[in-house]
């Protein structure tokens, strides 16, 4: 697999956007903006898994990418058509393989909550009651975390009567 030589620059040869991910996140390497923005200009399937993990979770997954790097390559991938609604082979979509994660350490709590700012500002990821629900049962990370996400959850979803009960 070209994951198995990563690098960067590794999409001088070809390698897939999903292999690129796929091989930052098993490599724990920060992702690169320039060169997911290069592959996207290549025309990619956003659809295209492995190991039944779709590019947005290994995106939204990595650690290793710095927070503010993370948000626009996830960005970026949701404005190229990455479908936060797709499942992986645990049936989770993006948002809630990140709600899901347990024993985060701050540095790593920062990627997750810059991957749920992305995920949540985006106009295709459903907030309704199943993920308010998601992040009250399933936020297993901390509750620094859910303190970081419940404000982000609150912004997007202002109007939504559900909210009342926190206030």
Request: negative net charge; charged residues 20%.
């Amino acid at each position: 697999m070209a994951y198995q030589n990563f690098h960067p620059a590794a999409m001088n040869t070809g390698e897939s956007l999903l292999e690129y991910l796929q091989g930052a996140y098993i490599q724990d390497t920060p992702l690169e903006l320039s060169v997911v923005t290069n592959l996207l200009k290549s025309g990619v399937d956003l659809s295209e898994t492995d190991d039944g993990m779709p590019a947005l979770h290994y995106a939204c997954l990595n650690e290793s990418t710095d927070p503010q790097q993370l948000f626009l390559v996830i960005t970026s991938l949701l404005m190229h058509g990455a479908d936060p609604k797709v499942k992986d082979s645990d049936d989770d979509t993006a948002l809630e393989a990140i709600l899901g994660m347990d024993d985060v350490e701050e540095e790593a709590l920062q990627a997750h909550v810059a991957a749920a700012r992305a995920l949540i500002h985006s106009p295709d990821q459903p907030v309704g009651k199943d993920e308010v629900a998601s992040c009250l049962d399933g936020c297993s990370t901390s509750v620094l975390f859910f303190d970081r996400i419940k404000g982000i959850l609150l912004r997007r979803t202002q109007d939504h009567p559900m909210w009342m009960a926190f206030y």
